[in-house]
Protein backbone atom coordinates (compact mmCIF):
# COMPACT_ATOMS: atom_id res chain seq x y z
CA UNK A 1 0.00 0.00 0.00
CA UNK A 2 1.20 3.12 -1.23
CA UNK A 3 1.17 6.04 1.99
CA UNK A 4 0.90 9.53 1.39
CA UNK A 5 3.76 12.00 2.75
CA UNK A 6 2.69 14.15 6.12
CA UNK A 7 3.69 17.54 6.99
CA UNK A 8 3.08 19.48 10.03
CA UNK A 9 1.71 22.92 9.24
CA UNK A 10 0.84 24.44 12.39
CA UNK A 11 2.16 24.41 16.09
CA UNK A 12 0.73 25.57 19.33
CA UNK A 13 2.34 25.27 23.11
CA UNK A 14 1.06 26.77 26.62
CA UNK A 15 3.19 28.00 29.59
CA UNK A 16 4.15 24.79 31.49
CA UNK A 17 3.68 26.02 35.05
CA UNK A 18 0.55 26.11 37.41
CA UNK A 19 -2.58 27.06 35.08
CA UNK A 20 -5.89 27.83 36.62
CA UNK A 21 -7.89 26.64 33.40
CA UNK A 22 -10.03 24.21 33.03
CA UNK A 23 -8.34 21.12 31.37
CA UNK A 24 -10.53 21.19 27.90
CA UNK A 25 -9.11 24.99 27.63
CA UNK A 26 -5.43 23.97 28.51
CA UNK A 27 -5.91 21.46 25.42
CA UNK A 28 -7.71 24.23 23.23
CA UNK A 29 -5.76 27.14 23.47
CA UNK A 30 -2.22 25.65 21.95
CA UNK A 31 -4.97 24.19 19.04
CA UNK A 32 -5.91 28.02 18.52
CA UNK A 33 -2.14 29.26 18.40
CA UNK A 34 -1.45 26.10 15.92
CA UNK A 35 -4.76 27.42 14.15
CA UNK A 36 -3.31 30.64 13.49
CA UNK A 37 0.00 29.58 12.95
CA UNK A 38 -0.97 27.62 9.92
CA UNK A 39 -3.62 29.88 8.97
CA UNK A 40 -6.71 27.60 8.54
CA UNK A 41 -9.31 26.46 10.45
CA UNK A 42 -9.89 23.44 8.50
CA UNK A 43 -9.64 20.30 10.06
CA UNK A 44 -11.22 17.03 9.22
CA UNK A 45 -10.31 15.49 12.74
CA UNK A 46 -8.82 15.71 16.19
CA UNK A 47 -7.06 13.67 18.20
CA UNK A 48 -6.62 14.65 22.09
CA UNK A 49 -4.00 13.14 24.26
CA UNK A 50 -4.11 12.97 28.11
CA UNK A 51 -3.07 10.61 31.00
CA UNK A 52 -5.22 11.60 34.35
CA UNK A 53 -8.53 13.78 33.14
CA UNK A 54 -10.90 10.98 34.61
CA UNK A 55 -8.96 10.22 37.86
CA UNK A 56 -7.46 14.12 38.26
CA UNK A 57 -9.92 16.50 36.91
CA UNK A 58 -12.84 14.24 37.16
CA UNK A 59 -13.63 15.14 33.62
CA UNK A 60 -13.78 12.30 30.77
CA UNK A 61 -14.90 12.25 26.90
CA UNK A 62 -12.10 15.38 26.67
CA UNK A 63 -11.70 15.02 22.61
CA UNK A 64 -15.86 15.83 22.49
CA UNK A 65 -15.36 19.13 24.78
CA UNK A 66 -12.30 20.15 23.41
CA UNK A 67 -14.20 19.67 19.29
CA UNK A 68 -16.91 22.00 20.72
CA UNK A 69 -14.85 24.73 22.78
CA UNK A 70 -13.06 25.00 19.23
CA UNK A 71 -16.09 25.14 17.43
CA UNK A 72 -14.89 22.43 15.51
CA UNK A 73 -17.65 20.27 15.20
CA UNK A 74 -18.71 17.43 13.55
CA UNK A 75 -14.99 17.01 12.94
CA UNK A 76 -14.67 13.99 14.51
CA UNK A 77 -12.87 13.35 17.42
CA UNK A 78 -11.35 11.36 20.06
CA UNK A 79 -9.36 10.99 23.14
CA UNK A 80 -6.03 9.13 23.41
CA UNK A 81 -4.67 7.68 26.53
CA UNK A 82 -0.93 5.45 26.39
CA UNK A 83 0.04 7.06 29.68
CA UNK A 84 3.26 9.48 29.83
CA UNK A 85 3.42 8.45 26.14
CA UNK A 86 -0.11 9.34 25.10
CA UNK A 87 0.83 12.77 23.40
CA UNK A 88 3.46 10.53 20.70
CA UNK A 89 1.01 8.09 20.33
CA UNK A 90 -1.92 10.63 19.32
CA UNK A 91 0.86 12.43 16.80
CA UNK A 92 1.32 8.50 16.05
CA UNK A 93 -2.86 8.36 15.04
CA UNK A 94 -2.83 11.44 13.33
CA UNK A 95 0.29 10.17 10.91
CA UNK A 96 -1.85 7.21 10.28
CA UNK A 97 -4.88 9.21 9.51
CA UNK A 98 -3.26 11.45 6.72
CA UNK A 99 -0.74 8.94 5.29
CA UNK A 100 -3.92 6.42 4.86
CA UNK A 101 -5.16 9.42 2.79
CA UNK A 102 -8.71 9.00 5.43
CA UNK A 103 -8.30 12.65 6.80
CA UNK A 104 -6.36 15.51 4.64
CA UNK A 105 -5.95 17.81 7.96
CA UNK A 106 -5.73 16.44 11.42
CA UNK A 107 -5.26 18.58 14.59
CA UNK A 108 -3.34 16.19 17.61
CA UNK A 109 -3.37 18.53 20.88
CA UNK A 110 -2.70 17.30 24.25
CA UNK A 111 -3.11 18.63 27.75
CA UNK A 112 -2.46 17.62 31.29
CA UNK A 113 -4.07 19.49 34.77
CA UNK A 114 -2.11 17.76 37.35
CA UNK A 115 -1.05 20.63 39.52
CA UNK A 116 -4.92 20.50 40.74
CA UNK A 117 -3.60 17.63 43.18
CA UNK A 118 -0.68 18.06 45.46
CA UNK A 119 2.54 16.23 44.24
CA UNK A 120 2.39 13.22 46.10
CA UNK A 121 -1.29 12.79 44.76
CA UNK A 122 0.37 13.12 41.42
CA UNK A 123 3.00 10.76 41.45
CA UNK A 124 0.45 7.87 42.95
CA UNK A 125 -1.67 9.05 40.37
CA UNK A 126 1.36 8.02 37.71
CA UNK A 127 2.08 5.17 39.56
CA UNK A 128 -1.28 3.65 38.54
CA UNK A 129 0.35 2.81 35.34
CA UNK A 130 2.76 0.12 37.27
CA UNK A 131 1.60 -3.36 37.36
CA UNK A 132 -0.83 -3.74 40.37
CA UNK A 133 -0.06 -6.98 41.92
CA UNK A 134 3.21 -7.10 40.99
CA UNK A 135 5.05 -3.69 41.47
CA UNK A 136 1.77 -0.75 42.56
CA UNK A 137 0.84 -2.41 45.87
CA UNK A 138 4.77 -2.49 47.09
CA UNK A 139 4.36 1.05 46.96
CA UNK A 140 6.56 1.33 43.54
CA UNK A 141 6.16 4.76 41.83
CA UNK A 142 7.84 6.12 38.53
CA UNK A 143 11.03 7.38 40.79
CA UNK A 144 11.78 4.19 42.19
CA UNK A 145 11.68 1.94 39.32
CA UNK A 146 14.26 5.08 37.25
CA UNK A 147 16.46 4.86 40.86
CA UNK A 148 16.73 1.09 40.88
CA UNK A 149 17.64 1.53 36.96
CA UNK A 150 20.18 4.03 37.46
CA UNK A 151 21.73 2.09 40.53
CA UNK A 152 22.54 -0.87 38.12
CA UNK A 153 23.48 1.69 35.32
CA UNK A 154 26.05 3.23 37.39
CA UNK A 155 27.42 -0.07 38.80
CA UNK A 156 27.96 -1.38 34.92
CA UNK A 157 29.04 1.73 33.03
CA UNK A 158 30.05 4.06 35.72
CA UNK A 159 27.62 6.65 35.52
CA UNK A 160 28.19 8.64 38.32
CA UNK A 161 25.62 11.32 40.85
CA UNK A 162 27.79 13.81 38.86
CA UNK A 163 26.85 12.47 35.43
CA UNK A 164 23.38 12.94 36.67
CA UNK A 165 23.64 16.32 37.78
CA UNK A 166 25.24 17.70 34.08
CA UNK A 167 22.11 16.41 33.02
CA UNK A 168 20.34 18.30 35.23
CA UNK A 169 22.16 21.34 35.15
CA UNK A 170 22.44 21.14 31.27
CA UNK A 171 18.68 20.62 30.84
CA UNK A 172 17.42 23.36 33.90
CA UNK A 173 19.54 26.20 32.54
CA UNK A 174 18.39 25.53 28.86
CA UNK A 175 14.95 25.93 29.43
CA UNK A 176 16.01 29.35 30.57
CA UNK A 177 16.00 30.59 26.88
CA UNK A 178 12.32 28.74 26.31
CA UNK A 179 9.84 31.34 27.32
CA UNK A 180 7.04 28.28 27.96
CA UNK A 181 9.37 26.10 30.05
CA UNK A 182 7.96 25.94 33.89
CA UNK A 183 11.15 26.14 35.28
CA UNK A 184 13.44 29.09 35.51
CA UNK A 185 15.79 28.92 38.21
CA UNK A 186 19.60 28.40 36.97
CA UNK A 187 21.16 25.66 38.79
CA UNK A 188 25.02 24.93 38.98
CA UNK A 189 26.62 21.11 40.24
CA UNK A 190 28.21 23.32 43.05
CA UNK A 191 24.67 23.88 44.35
CA UNK A 192 22.72 20.61 43.88
CA UNK A 193 25.84 18.72 44.40
CA UNK A 194 29.27 19.93 45.61
CA UNK A 195 28.18 22.72 48.23
CA UNK A 196 27.64 22.06 52.16
CA UNK A 197 23.94 23.28 51.39
CA UNK A 198 23.70 19.96 48.50
CA UNK A 199 22.52 18.17 50.48
CA UNK A 200 19.50 20.05 51.81
CA UNK A 201 18.91 21.82 48.55
CA UNK A 202 18.85 17.97 46.69
CA UNK A 203 17.53 15.65 49.12
CA UNK A 204 17.20 12.07 47.97
CA UNK A 205 13.83 11.27 46.56
CA UNK A 206 14.66 8.03 45.66
CA UNK A 207 18.59 6.68 45.99
CA UNK A 208 20.14 7.50 44.12
CA UNK A 209 18.25 9.65 42.57
CA UNK A 210 17.79 13.39 44.15
CA UNK A 211 14.98 16.02 43.29
CA UNK A 212 16.52 17.52 40.42
CA UNK A 213 17.10 14.34 39.27
CA UNK A 214 13.16 14.38 38.51
CA UNK A 215 11.33 16.51 36.31
CA UNK A 216 8.51 19.00 38.14
CA UNK A 217 4.87 17.95 37.77
CA UNK A 218 3.35 20.46 35.50
CA UNK A 219 0.26 21.45 33.84
CA UNK A 220 0.26 22.52 30.40
CA UNK A 221 -0.68 21.44 26.66
CA UNK A 222 0.56 21.42 23.43
CA UNK A 223 -0.57 21.23 19.83
CA UNK A 224 0.34 19.98 16.11
CA UNK A 225 -1.72 20.18 12.94
CA UNK A 226 -0.82 17.15 10.03
CA UNK A 227 -1.39 17.60 6.73
CA UNK A 228 -1.00 16.32 3.74
CA UNK A 229 1.38 17.84 0.84
CA UNK A 230 -0.98 19.40 -0.93
CA UNK A 231 -2.41 21.33 2.18
CA UNK A 232 0.86 22.05 3.28
CA UNK A 233 1.86 23.76 -0.18
CA UNK A 234 -1.05 25.39 -0.03
CA UNK A 235 -0.88 26.78 3.31
CA UNK A 236 2.63 27.95 2.79
CA UNK A 237 4.43 27.60 6.20
CA UNK A 238 8.02 25.98 6.35
CA UNK A 239 7.74 22.40 5.18
CA UNK A 240 8.33 20.28 7.92
CA UNK A 241 8.11 16.55 6.98
CA UNK A 242 7.05 14.02 9.73
CA UNK A 243 9.21 11.32 8.34
CA UNK A 244 9.00 8.30 10.49
CA UNK A 245 7.24 6.87 13.43
CA UNK A 246 8.05 3.78 15.49
CA UNK A 247 6.12 2.90 18.26
CA UNK A 248 7.19 -0.58 20.88
CA UNK A 249 6.07 -2.07 23.78
CA UNK A 250 7.81 -3.98 26.47
CA UNK A 251 6.66 -6.45 29.70
CA UNK A 252 4.66 -4.53 31.98
CA UNK A 253 6.22 -5.57 35.18
CA UNK A 254 9.82 -4.06 34.67
CA UNK A 255 11.59 -7.13 36.89
CA UNK A 256 10.64 -9.26 33.85
CA UNK A 257 12.97 -7.91 31.33
CA UNK A 258 16.00 -10.42 30.57
CA UNK A 259 18.97 -7.47 30.64
CA UNK A 260 18.10 -4.48 33.65
CA UNK A 261 19.63 -2.29 32.25
CA UNK A 262 18.26 -2.43 28.54
CA UNK A 263 15.50 -0.10 27.51
CA UNK A 264 14.58 -2.41 24.72
CA UNK A 265 11.05 -0.93 23.38
CA UNK A 266 13.59 2.72 22.83
CA UNK A 267 15.64 0.80 20.75
CA UNK A 268 12.76 -0.54 18.81
CA UNK A 269 10.91 2.28 18.37
CA UNK A 270 13.59 4.43 17.44
CA UNK A 271 14.99 2.05 14.32
CA UNK A 272 11.27 1.35 13.38
CA UNK A 273 11.07 5.41 12.75
CA UNK A 274 14.36 6.00 11.60
CA UNK A 275 13.70 2.80 9.04
CA UNK A 276 10.23 4.08 7.93
CA UNK A 277 12.17 7.86 7.29
CA UNK A 278 15.38 6.54 5.77
CA UNK A 279 17.18 8.13 7.96
CA UNK A 280 19.76 7.10 10.28
CA UNK A 281 20.94 8.45 13.63
CA UNK A 282 24.00 10.19 12.46
CA UNK A 283 21.40 12.12 10.46
CA UNK A 284 19.65 13.87 13.13
CA UNK A 285 20.88 17.68 14.11
CA UNK A 286 18.43 18.14 17.30
CA UNK A 287 16.57 15.64 19.47
CA UNK A 288 13.97 15.94 22.34
CA UNK A 289 14.50 12.98 24.50
CA UNK A 290 11.92 11.83 27.73
CA UNK A 291 14.10 12.98 30.54
CA UNK A 292 11.27 12.66 33.28
CA UNK A 293 14.45 11.48 35.47
CA UNK A 294 18.50 12.42 34.26
CA UNK A 295 19.54 9.04 33.49
CA UNK A 296 16.28 8.44 30.59
CA UNK A 297 18.19 10.96 28.85
CA UNK A 298 22.10 9.44 29.12
CA UNK A 299 20.38 5.74 28.41
CA UNK A 300 17.79 6.85 25.42
CA UNK A 301 20.67 8.81 23.59
CA UNK A 302 22.35 5.46 23.55
CA UNK A 303 18.87 3.18 22.42
CA UNK A 304 18.06 5.37 19.94
CA UNK A 305 21.12 5.05 18.28
CA UNK A 306 23.11 8.10 18.89
CA UNK A 307 25.75 6.63 20.78
CA UNK A 308 27.25 3.06 21.81
CA UNK A 309 25.79 1.72 24.24
CA UNK A 310 27.04 2.49 28.05
CA UNK A 311 28.88 5.59 26.45
CA UNK A 312 26.06 8.16 26.80
CA UNK A 313 27.34 9.69 29.96
CA UNK A 314 30.82 10.12 27.90
CA UNK A 315 29.42 12.11 25.41
CA UNK A 316 27.34 14.23 28.03
CA UNK A 317 31.03 14.82 29.31
CA UNK A 318 32.55 16.55 26.39
CA UNK A 319 29.82 18.82 25.95
CA UNK A 320 28.37 16.74 22.69
CA UNK A 321 24.78 16.85 23.63
CA UNK A 322 24.70 20.79 25.04
CA UNK A 323 23.42 23.36 22.47
CA UNK A 324 26.54 23.89 20.03
CA UNK A 325 27.47 20.81 20.39
CA UNK A 326 27.74 17.67 17.70
CA UNK A 327 23.87 16.56 18.67
CA UNK A 328 22.04 18.83 21.12
CA UNK A 329 19.64 17.26 23.24
CA UNK A 330 16.64 19.20 25.24
CA UNK A 331 17.82 22.30 24.12
CA UNK A 332 13.99 23.19 25.12
CA UNK A 333 14.81 22.39 28.68
CA UNK A 334 13.54 19.05 28.16
CA UNK A 335 10.97 17.44 30.70
CA UNK A 336 13.31 18.19 33.54
CA UNK A 337 13.63 22.15 32.68
CA UNK A 338 10.15 22.57 30.35
CA UNK A 339 8.20 20.53 32.21
CA UNK A 340 6.20 17.44 31.99
CA UNK A 341 2.24 17.32 31.79
CA UNK A 342 2.11 13.91 30.89
CA UNK A 343 -0.30 14.07 28.26
CA UNK A 344 1.06 16.86 26.33
CA UNK A 345 5.11 15.62 26.66
CA UNK A 346 5.10 13.92 23.24
CA UNK A 347 3.43 16.62 21.44
CA UNK A 348 5.73 19.33 22.98
CA UNK A 349 8.64 17.39 21.98
CA UNK A 350 7.46 18.04 18.29
CA UNK A 351 6.63 21.62 18.85
CA UNK A 352 10.29 22.19 19.79
CA UNK A 353 11.38 20.23 16.63
CA UNK A 354 9.18 21.79 14.00
CA UNK A 355 10.25 25.00 15.70
CA UNK A 356 13.95 24.33 15.35
CA UNK A 357 13.95 22.98 11.59
CA UNK A 358 11.95 25.96 10.66
CA UNK A 359 14.72 27.99 12.13
CA UNK A 360 12.69 29.86 14.42
CA UNK A 361 13.71 29.50 17.85
CA UNK A 362 16.07 32.42 18.37
CA UNK A 363 18.43 32.20 21.21
CA UNK A 364 18.54 28.32 21.43
CA UNK A 365 18.66 27.50 17.73
CA UNK A 366 20.30 25.27 16.21
CA UNK A 367 22.49 26.22 13.41
CA UNK A 368 21.29 24.63 10.28
CA UNK A 369 19.21 22.31 11.85
CA UNK A 370 17.60 19.73 8.95
CA UNK A 371 16.58 16.41 10.56
CA UNK A 372 14.93 16.23 13.90
CA UNK A 373 13.62 13.31 16.74
CA UNK A 374 11.60 12.71 19.48
CA UNK A 375 11.68 9.76 21.46
CA UNK A 376 8.06 9.81 24.12
CA UNK A 377 8.75 7.26 26.82
CA UNK A 378 5.60 5.88 28.47
CA UNK A 379 5.31 3.00 32.08
CA UNK A 380 9.06 2.71 32.71
CA UNK A 381 10.05 1.78 29.13
CA UNK A 382 6.96 -0.23 28.71
CA UNK A 383 5.20 1.69 25.52
CA UNK A 384 7.31 3.79 23.37
CA UNK A 385 6.76 6.32 20.88
CA UNK A 386 9.16 7.47 18.99
CA UNK A 387 9.32 10.03 16.03
CA UNK A 388 11.99 11.57 12.99
CA UNK A 389 11.38 14.64 11.03
CA UNK A 390 12.94 16.53 7.99
CA UNK A 391 13.08 20.19 7.04
CA UNK A 392 12.10 20.18 2.81
CA UNK A 393 12.98 22.60 0.12
CA UNK B 1 -1.58 -20.66 57.43
CA UNK B 2 1.38 -19.53 56.08
CA UNK B 3 0.75 -16.90 52.86
CA UNK B 4 2.13 -17.37 49.19
CA UNK B 5 2.84 -15.60 46.45
CA UNK B 6 2.51 -17.86 43.13
CA UNK B 7 4.09 -18.09 40.26
CA UNK B 8 2.52 -19.81 37.05
CA UNK B 9 3.66 -22.55 35.05
CA UNK B 10 2.60 -23.22 31.98
CA UNK B 11 0.98 -27.05 31.34
CA UNK B 12 2.04 -27.40 27.72
CA UNK B 13 5.82 -25.84 27.99
CA UNK B 14 6.89 -25.73 31.56
CA UNK B 15 7.69 -21.70 31.36
CA UNK B 16 7.15 -20.23 34.48
CA UNK B 17 5.72 -16.50 34.38
CA UNK B 18 5.13 -13.70 37.14
CA UNK B 19 3.25 -12.07 36.95
CA UNK B 20 0.17 -13.85 35.84
CA UNK B 21 -0.64 -13.46 32.18
CA UNK B 22 -3.09 -15.34 30.31
CA UNK B 23 -1.21 -16.86 27.19
CA UNK B 24 1.72 -18.12 27.43
CA UNK B 25 5.08 -15.62 26.80
CA UNK B 26 7.06 -18.75 25.59
CA UNK B 27 5.24 -20.91 23.60
CA UNK B 28 1.58 -18.91 22.79
CA UNK B 29 -0.60 -21.37 24.22
CA UNK B 30 -3.80 -19.47 24.31
CA UNK B 31 -6.21 -21.51 26.37
CA UNK B 32 -7.95 -20.81 29.56
CA UNK B 33 -6.92 -22.12 32.84
CA UNK B 34 -3.96 -23.82 31.33
CA UNK B 35 -1.34 -22.54 34.38
CA UNK B 36 -0.45 -24.18 36.95
CA UNK B 37 0.25 -22.03 40.25
CA UNK B 38 3.81 -22.79 41.52
CA UNK B 39 5.48 -21.49 44.88
CA UNK B 40 8.24 -18.70 44.65
CA UNK B 41 11.47 -19.59 46.12
CA UNK B 42 11.82 -18.66 49.01
CA UNK B 43 15.49 -17.14 48.77
CA UNK B 44 17.75 -15.23 46.29
CA UNK B 45 20.11 -12.68 45.64
CA UNK B 46 19.28 -8.70 45.39
CA UNK B 47 19.70 -7.51 41.90
CA UNK B 48 18.72 -4.02 42.88
CA UNK B 49 17.56 -1.80 45.90
CA UNK B 50 16.19 1.99 46.68
CA UNK B 51 15.23 3.91 49.63
CA UNK B 52 12.14 5.85 48.57
CA UNK B 53 11.46 8.95 50.46
CA UNK B 54 8.51 10.42 48.60
CA UNK B 55 5.72 7.93 49.06
CA UNK B 56 2.06 7.41 48.38
CA UNK B 57 0.07 8.87 50.75
CA UNK B 58 -0.92 5.47 51.84
CA UNK B 59 2.15 4.58 53.38
CA UNK B 60 2.57 6.25 56.81
CA UNK B 61 6.43 6.06 57.08
CA UNK B 62 9.55 8.31 56.50
CA UNK B 63 10.79 5.97 53.93
CA UNK B 64 10.60 2.53 52.08
CA UNK B 65 12.82 0.12 50.93
CA UNK B 66 12.12 -1.42 47.32
CA UNK B 67 14.44 -4.04 45.78
CA UNK B 68 13.92 -6.13 42.97
CA UNK B 69 15.05 -9.61 43.63
CA UNK B 70 16.76 -12.61 41.47
CA UNK B 71 14.71 -16.08 43.01
CA UNK B 72 16.50 -18.88 43.23
CA UNK B 73 15.16 -21.01 40.26
CA UNK B 74 15.40 -18.41 37.75
CA UNK B 75 12.60 -16.06 38.42
CA UNK B 76 12.52 -12.05 38.93
CA UNK B 77 10.29 -10.60 41.41
CA UNK B 78 9.81 -6.81 43.23
CA UNK B 79 9.08 -6.22 46.58
CA UNK B 80 10.11 -4.42 49.88
CA UNK B 81 13.70 -5.09 51.76
CA UNK B 82 14.21 -4.30 54.90
CA UNK B 83 17.73 -4.70 54.87
CA UNK B 84 19.80 -1.68 56.63
CA UNK B 85 22.96 -1.55 54.44
CA UNK B 86 21.73 -3.12 51.20
CA UNK B 87 24.66 -4.48 48.71
CA UNK B 88 23.83 -5.77 45.06
CA UNK B 89 24.18 -9.36 45.11
CA UNK B 90 23.80 -10.08 48.76
CA UNK B 91 21.79 -13.42 49.55
CA UNK B 92 18.22 -12.17 50.52
CA UNK B 93 15.44 -14.52 52.56
CA UNK B 94 11.71 -13.64 51.21
CA UNK B 95 8.78 -13.66 53.88
CA UNK B 96 4.87 -12.24 52.86
CA UNK B 97 3.44 -10.30 55.14
CA UNK B 98 1.25 -7.22 54.64
CA UNK B 99 3.09 -4.53 52.50
CA UNK B 100 0.22 -1.99 51.71
CA UNK B 101 -3.04 -1.27 53.69
CA UNK B 102 -5.63 1.28 52.22
CA UNK B 103 -8.76 1.41 54.58
CA UNK B 104 -9.36 -1.53 55.85
CA UNK B 105 -7.96 -3.69 52.81
CA UNK B 106 -4.39 -5.24 53.89
CA UNK B 107 -2.39 -6.34 50.70
CA UNK B 108 -0.11 -9.12 51.16
CA UNK B 109 3.56 -9.37 49.48
CA UNK B 110 7.58 -10.29 49.45
CA UNK B 111 9.53 -8.88 51.94
CA UNK B 112 13.16 -9.64 51.71
CA UNK B 113 15.24 -9.76 54.76
CA UNK B 114 19.29 -10.75 54.74
CA UNK B 115 19.42 -13.73 54.85
ZN1 LIG C 1 3.96 -22.29 27.24
Redo the contacts with the bound molecule.
Keep these: MTMRDVYVIGIGITSFTRLEFPLSEIAAYPAMMAMKDAGTREIDHLYVANMGGGRVNHQTGLASAVVDTLSLTPAGAETIENGPASGGSAVKTGYMAVASGLHDTVMVTGAERMREVNNLEATDFVATLTHPIAEHIYGVTLPSLAAMFTRLYMEKYGVTERHLAMVAVKNQNAALLNEFAHLHQRISIEGILDSPEAMTNNPYVAEPLRFFDCCPVSDGGACVILASEEVARKVGRPLVKLAGVGQATDTHAVHEREDPTDLLAVRRAAAMAFERAGLTPADVDVAELHDAFTILEIVESEECGFFPKGEGHLALERGETALGGKLPINVSGGLKGRGHPVGATGIAQAYEIVHQLRGEAGERQVKDARVGFTCNFGGFGNNVVCLTFKKED | MPREIYAYK?R??G?VHYPYRMV?K??G?NEHNEFEPVPLSKSGSLLTFTTLYSLPPDFEVPSLGLAIVALDGGITVTGQHRIDEPETGMAVRVEVEVVRRDGYDEHYGMVFYKA
Design positions: CKCHCNCK
